[in-house]
C-alpha cells in the first residue's frame, strides 16, 4: 500500500534542473537523519493523508483523520508534523517529489525515453490527474501573485516543460513558451474550468495534447 | 489631451459579447445621469491619474497628486470619487472602457475590419503595451485564485478571443484555447517576466505574436 519514494533525483538529470538541489533541500530539512523505519512510517502517514485528500476532500485531513486511517496513535501524527498545517506541506512536498520522480527517472512516456513531444503530451496529463486529486490542496498552498511563479516546486516543473520544448522545437522561444505550458496547468485555471464551468477533465487533457501538438507543430493545426 | 471615450460598446458586437452589457452596468452605475461636462470633468481627472501611473507608478496616485495634474482643487477629486480606494477602482474601469472600445470598435487591426490572426496577435501586442503602464495598478486589483477568472473585466477579453479563434481555428477547441493565450498576458506573469527574470516587453510582444501564429498554425511551426 505505501512505498517508500524512489530515488531522487538521478545524477543524470538533475544537471538539466540547476534548481532541484535546492528544493530538494528546503523541503526535506530533516530527511537525510531520518532511519529508514522512520522515514517508511512517516511515507505512511503522508500516503493516508493523501488517501483522505482524494477521497473527502483537504477539509477531511485532520490529524486524528489521518491517524485512524494510517492506524497508528494521535500523537504519532502529532509528533511527526507539529500541526495540520505542518501535515498539509509534508503532503503536498511529498507529492511533489513522487511527481518528480516520476518525470525525471520514472518510465517513459512520462520519464526519459520517449520524444519530447509525447513526453510533453504526458507530463500535461500527469499533471492534470494530479489535480484532480488534489486541488483543494493545491489551491490552498498557492502562493500571492508575486511570488506564484517564484516558488521552488513550479520552478522545477516550468524548467523541465522548457527542458522538453527545447529538444521539440530548439528555434522557438522556450522558456516564454514554457510559461504558457505551465498556464494551462494552473491550478486556479483548473478549478475554475472543472468547478466553476462543469468542464470535464477529459476535454482537459485533450485540449492540452492539441496544444502541445500546435505549439510544437506536430499537428496540422489551422 | 483628454478625451471623452467613444461610444461603447456598438451593438453589432455586443452580440459576440454577451457579458458587455451586463459589464457596462457594473462599470458605470451612475453615468449615463452624468451631464456633458461632468462626464467630460470625470474623463480629464481619470486621464490626469493614468498620466501619474504611467510616469511615477500607481503609489503617486493620491487625491492631492490627481488633482494637481488636472489643475483643479482637491475637493472636486474627492466628490467625484469618494477615495483613493474609489479613484483607482475608476482608473481602472476606465482604461478598461477605452480598451474594450479599442477592440470592439477602433481601427483595425485592433478593432473590426483586419483577419482574426491579424487582430489577435494585435490583440495581445495592446494588452502587454496596456500592462506596461499599468502594471502596478493591476496586480493591486488582482481578485483572488476563486474570483481571478470570474471577473468581469477578463472575462470580456477572453471572449473576444475566443471569438476571433473560432474564426480562425473554428475546428479547435477555442473556450479552452483561449484560456491558454489570456494566461499569457496575465499580470502576474508579466511582472513576473519583465521585473524579476528582466526579460524586455519587446521581446514578450515577439512570443505573443509566435504563439498566436502557431496556435492558428499560420507558421512554419517546429
Do not use: Y
Request: proline share 9%; hydrophobic share 40%; charged share 25%.
Amino acid at each position: 500500500m505505501s512505498t517508500v519514494p524512489p530515488p531522487f533525483p538521478t545524477p543524470q538529470e538533475s544537471v538539466g534542473h540547476p534548481e532541484l538541489l535546492q528544493l530538494g533541500t528546503a523541503l526535506e530539512p530533516d530527511e537525510p537523519c531520518l532511519r529508514a523505519d522512520a522515514a517508511r512510517n512517516r511515507a505512511r502517514l503522508l500516503e493516508a493523508a493523501a488517501r483522505l485528500v482524494a477521497e473527502r476532500g483537504a477539509d477531511a485531513v485532520t490529524m486524528e483523520a489521518v491517524a485512524a486511517e494510517a492506524c497508528v496513535g494521535k500523537g504519532t501524527v502529532f509528533r511527526r508534523f507539529g500541526d495540520r498545517t505542518g501535515l498539509l506541506t509534508a503532503l503536498l512536498d511529498h507529492s511533489e517529489k513522487k511527481f518528480q520522480a516520476a518525470f525525471l527517472a520514472g518510465p517513459p512516456p512520462l520519464g526519459p525515453g520517449a520524444p519530447p513531444v509525447e513526453r510533453l503530451r504526458a507530463f500535461g496529463r500527469a499533471m492534470l490527474r494530479r489535480s484532480a486529486d488534489e486541488l483543494e490542496l493545491q489551491l490552498a498552498a498557492e502562493p500571492g501573485a508575486s511570488r506564484r511563479f517564484t516558488a521552488p516546486p513550479r520552478r522545477v516543473l516550468r524548467h523541465h516543460v522548457a527542458m522538453l520544448l527545447r529538444q521539440a522545437v530548439p528555434e522557438a522561444d522556450c522558456e516564454l513558451l514554457s510559461h504558457t505550458l505551465m498556464g494551462q496547468l494552473d491550478p486556479a485555471l483548473i478549478h475554475h474550468l472543472t468547478r466553476q464551468c462543469g468542464i470535464p477533465m477529459a476535454r482537459l487533457e485533450d485540449a492540452w495534447v492539441d496544444l502541445v501538438d500546435r505549439v510544437t507543430g506536430t499537428a496540422t493545426g489551422g
